[in-house]
């Protein structure tokens, strides 16, 4: 006799991109400290900065995601906290490697944490001048945009994450295995950002409009 199907629940509210959007705010609003010094070698140290990160949080992740079935789903947004704590600190930490720890700010962490997973964010954030980057100074309107489009793409993530709690030791392993990609891909973003010189900041370049227009199709945010 065939077995009945896994009946998944429906989304609960730890998917909910407005939720995501606030958690991300208020997280990237605190940049950590850094007891990383710049050395002879900063690209090395700052590799290897990313494999130990992307080390911890693979394990982090998988430990997280082993609560099988409806406990799993309470862990997704723990889940992400824990893996953006480990990726901001090596974000710090590649910065202090590079000697621009005092040029990482709340824009510059937002990039380097999910640049990867929705590019399209931060079309409001940074253009690219020549060979360098502008990061615009984002006003409260404009944060708020950005964090919500970010919010919608790891929403789906989210989703993806809680399913894969009803599949225990292997949905946690792919949990991990994820985790360490997404880990590395922050880090190579950080070393390409700090370690190229191109960090700008400028004031805010909002014009009245801005809260109620979508930004020209012209600003997008540079693909390497």
């Known amino acids: 006799m065939a077995k009945p199907p896994i009946q998944i629940p ?24 850094s007891q990383v010094h710049r050395g002879l070698h900063p690209e090395a140290k700052a590799q290897e900065l990313v494999r130990q990160a992307a080390r911890k949080a693979a394990l982090t992740a998988g430990s997280l995601a082993l609560p099988p079935g409806p406990l799993g ?56 001048l020549g060979d360098r980057l502008l990061f615009r100074q984002l006003s409260a309107t404009v944060a708020e945009r950005v964090a919500r489009r ?4 790891l929403s789906q993530r989210a989703v993806g994450a ?6 225990p030791v292997v949905g946690a392993a792919g949990v991990g295995a994820y985790a360490w990609y997404d880990t590395r891909s922050v880090g190579r973003t950080a070393i390409e950002l700090f370690g190229s010189g191109s960090l700008v900041q400028t004031e805010p370049l909002a014009t009245p409009t801005d809260s109620m227009q979508e930004p020209d199709a012209g600003v997008s945010p540079p693909d390497r």
């Open 10 to 33: 429906a989304v609960p509210a730890t998917a909910d991109h407005g939720r995501l959007a606030t958690a991300i705010l208020d997280f990237a609003s605190q940049i950590p400290d």
């Open 150 to 153: 970010i919010g919608i793409s």
């Open 73 to 128: 789903w309470l862990t997704v947004l723990p889940e992400l906290v824990a893996i953006w704590r480990i990726q901001a600190q090596m974000v710090s930490d590649i910065a202090a490697a590079y000697g621009q720890h005092a040029s990482l700010g709340r824009e510059q962490m937002l990039w380097c944490l999910f640049r990867h997973t929705a590019a399209q964010a931060f079309r409001d954030l940074v253009v690219r």
């Open 162 to 167: 809680g399913i894969s709690r009803w599949l």
